[in-house]
């Protein structure tokens, strides 16, 4: 009988200590998550939430796409500061701009800093915390709300073919590349709608407007002060267009005081 309870308890300490061991080989991702429970027939019992390491730290409130944000007179004054002077279009080749690049040297590219950034909710990331899995994301352009980041392109507010023909042209490729994968500045580069980002393309405002309207007067005057920071310049045309947009916004805000 000693011998039969000796016996028992030597099988439980094995099976508990094979337990141990699945569990530690989880924690260190040697194992998929979950084996453990599905090895006890609890997967079903535990409501699938990630782990805390595949969540992303809490991003920066979203700023609201209201003209309310925008200051008029930083803007206008900014504005003038910009050269105004033909493009060069011919040229262009988008290898030469890298971009979706970790310049910090971590495994978070420019695009999975974005998503995390811009996500409404802490994005989940993948076991090795280099990728967005999940998210939610308002499109400022269209209104639209995307939780799939394979639904979300990362735009450059200014173009980088539009980037090239008005001054960057005469950049080194690691400007270029500073510019293509700026996260230093949220008005460089935002979350958008594939469609939304593609329809756009490398056209400015005067070729293309956001079709959410009370975005419109937020769009310009985030690019006026893109084109201003990075030292670009605008021909003629967009000139007039810019200019005629932000003061009609400008009026408008003025009105509703």
Not at 56 to 74: G, W
Not at 87 to 106: I, T
Not at 215 to 224: N, P, R, S, T
Request: aromatic share 6%; glycine share 6%; proline share 6%.
């Amino acid at each position: 009988m000693a011998r039969r309870r000796s016996l028992t308890l030597r099988g439980l300490f094995i099976v508990l200590a094979i337990l141990a061991a699945i569990a530690v080989a989880e924690r260190v991702d040697i194992l998929p998550p979950g084996t453990l429970d599905r090895l006890l027939g609890q997967e079903a019992q535990r409501a699938r939430q990630p782990r805390r390491s595949q969540i992303a730290e809490p991003p920066p409130p979203v700023v609201a796409s209201s003209s309310d944000r925008i200051d008029y007179t930083e803007v206008a004054r900014r504005l003038d500061t910009i050269r105004v002077a033909p493009e060069k279009r011919r040229g262009y080749e988008r290898e030469a701009w890298p971009h979706w690049l970790a310049l910090d040297g971590g495994c978070l590219n420019a695009r999975e800093k974005v998503l995390i950034r811009d996500s409404r909710r802490p994005a989940t990331l993948d076991a090795k915390g280099c990728t967005v899995k999940s998210g939610e994301w308002i499109d400022l352009y269209t209104g639209e709300r995307f939780t799939d980041p394979q639904m979300v392109d990362i735009d450059h507010r200014v173009p980088l073919e539009e980037a090239y023909s008005s001054g960057g042209h005469e950049w080194s490729r690691e400007r270029r590349a500073a510019y293509a994968n700026d996260t230093s500045d949220p008005l460089t580069l935002l979350a958008a709608s594939r469609e939304a980002n593609r329809a756009k393309g490398s056209k400015g405002p005067e070729e293309w407007l956001p079709p959410k309207r009370d975005g419109i007067c937020l769009y310009v005057a985030d690019w006026i002060l893109v084109k201003a920071r990075w030292e670009l310049s605008m021909d003629e045309r967009e000139r007039v267009t810019v200019g005629n947009i932000l003061a009609d916004c400008r009026a408008s805000a003025a009105q509703q005081r």
